[in-house]
């Protein structure tokens, strides 16, 4: 089955800065690739994702790229805010029907 | 539109004893999916329902089980508590590829 990896597990950085966070896939029939965001109390939320016949896909701050021949795909988040301070959550699926399969997780600060 | 509603938020339970907890999907979404979040184990899939019919299943022992109603609104239960299942459970919907949470359950079992 599909196993996700997540790195790194916590990354600090200076208001301002970029964060990057990367993930690896091993199952080749995933095809979709959602990016999620948890804030202390709350369920995860959808902040980007990204089907298999896009390399990059961006909107304002987030970027995603996808590296299908590789398996890895990774977010970028530029201009940080203290509120982008969360865990982070990559995940992959074969697609619709399908349930996700998550990463570890990603523990982000950004420091003021 | 109105989130993904789970409730209760909060529950307390005793090894051995039973729970069942809720979900009411945004309206009009027909798949309904349950995981398991603990910081060991991070995000792990239970189920899935779509249209009252548990389309897929994750590797959880027979004690977790679910159901969904005409109106997409699910429940899920899990018999026997052990003290391993203290966990945040969440509920997500979805129309299309991306899911939607809700806030989740925190079950503590003591």
């Known amino acids: 089955g599909e196993n996700v990896e997540q790195h790194p597990s916590t990354l600090s950085v200076q208001e301002g800065d970029s964060a990057v966070i990367k993930c690896t896939y091993s199952?080749?029939?995933?095809?979709?690739f959602p990016w999620y965001k948890q804030e202390l109390g709350k369920g995860p939320q959808l902040i980007i994702d990204?089907?298999?016949?896009?390399g990059e896909k961006k909107d304002q701050r987030i970027a995603v790229t996808l590296n299908k021949t590789a398996k890895h795909f990774s977010l970028h988040i530029t201009e940080t805010q203290p509120e982008d301070s969360a865990v982070y959550f990559c995940a992959a699926t074969p697609g619709w029907g399908q349930n996700f399969v998550f990463g570890p997780g990603t523990r982000l600060s950004v420091l003021p | 539109k109105a989130g993904v509603t789970q409730t209760p938020r909060y529950l307390i339970k005793t090894r051995g004893q039973q729970v069942t907890l809720s979900c009411s999907p945004i309206?009009?979404?027909?798949?309904v999916s349950w995981y398991q979040q603990t910081p060991g184990q991070g995000l792990q899939f239970l189920f899935e329902?779509?249209?009252?019919?548990?389309?897929n299943k994750g590797n959880f022992p027979g004690r977790f089980s679910g159901r969904q109603f005409s109106n997409s609104r699910s429940e899920m239960n899990v018999s026997t508590l052990e003290l391993g299942d203290s966990a945040l459970y969440l509920c997500?919907?979805?129309?299309?590829?991306?899911?939607?949470f809700g806030s989740g359950t925190r079950l503590t079992v003591v």
């Open positions: 329902y779509f249209s009252e019919t548990q389309r």
């Open positions: 997500a919907s979805r129309q299309d590829y991306g899911y939607t």
């Open positions: 990204i089907r298999s016949n896009v």
């Open positions: 199952d080749s029939a995933s095809n979709y």
């Open positions: 309206s009009g979404h027909r798949s």
